[in-house]
T-cell receptor, first 114, second 114 residues
Framework: EAGVVQSPRYKIIEKKQPVAFWCNPI?????LYWYLQNLGQGPELLIR????????DSQLPKDRFSAERLKGVDSTLKIQPAELGDSAVYLC????????????FGEGSRLTVL | AQSVAQPEDQVNVAEGNPLTVKCTYS??????LFWYVQYPNRGLQFLLK??????LVKGSYGFEAEFNKSQTSFHLKKPSALVSDSALYFCAVRDRQAGTALIFGKGTTLSVSS
């Protein structure tokens, strides 16, 4: 069974440029998460989807960040425009549902903003 | 509000010795508790979880964790450490009543010397 797939693995951009990250969850997983991980820190939730509905986006900086999960499968996280402080690893995870299920994580997309 | 604390940034043990990585949590209701491990430049991997029942939970790679409700702790343990156990470990909690997403601690780096 394929795991959670994320792309790109690494991205270097200049500030004020846009960037997008893509995630394909494990097949059949209804719940999809985007987490932000700063160096030396634990993951912090940005947004959680149940199927195609964003049920928790309270930590998503909506002035520059947007996300979508059309058709309830893969998802895209976008930043426009990027700022220096956005340099971090963006982790995607999925689970069967929101119960006591463990999350399965992708390998992350490391963003460097110059 | 829910939170997780990992009081040690780093734990150092010699190979073959027992290891403990500490975690305390705070939730308004009853918790689901998880441990994840992260190797350099990789996503998080699930180790074990506590849902209900036996306070001692066994997981992958010989790890186990003990749930202590009175001390609101969920310490990760292993009887005999391996050099290959060296990695970054995260404790995570979710309030089963609140329906919120998984909240992670800031992580503890485990270093096992040969």
């Amino acid at each position: 069974e394929a795991g959670v797939v994320q792309s790109p693995r690494y991205k270097i951009i200049e500030k004020k440029q846009p960037v997008a990250f893509w995630c394909n969850p494990i097949s059949g997983h209804n719940t999809l998460y985007w987490y932000l991980q700063n160096l030396g820190q634990g993951p912090e939730l940005l947004i959680r989807y149940e199927n195609e509905e964003a049920v928790d986006d309270s930590q998503l900086p909506k002035d520059r960040f947007s996300a979508e999960r059309l058709k309830g499968v893969d998802s895209t996280l976008k930043i426009q425009p990027a700022e220096l402080g956005d340099s971090a690893v963006y982790l995607c995870a999925s689970s069967l549902d929101q119960g006591p299920r463990e999350l399965f994580f992708g390998e992350g997309s490391r963003l460097t903003v110059l | 509000a829910q939170s997780v604390a990992q009081p040690e940034d780093q734990v150092n043990v010699a190979e073959g010795n027992p290891l403990t990585v500490k975690c305390t949590y705070s939730v308004s209701g009853n918790p689901y508790l998880f441990w994840y491990v992260q190797y350099p430049n990789r996503g998080l991997q699930f180790l074990l979880k506590y849902i209900t029942g036996d306070n001692l939970v066994k997981g992958s790679y010989g790890f186990e964790a003990e749930f202590n409700k009175s001390q609101t702790s969920f310490h990760l343990k292993k009887p005999s450490a391996l050099v290959s156990d060296s990695a970054l470990y995260f404790c995570a909690v979710r309030d089963r009543q609140a329906g919120t997403a998984l909240i992670f601690g800031k992580g503890t780096t485990l270093s096992v010397s040969s």
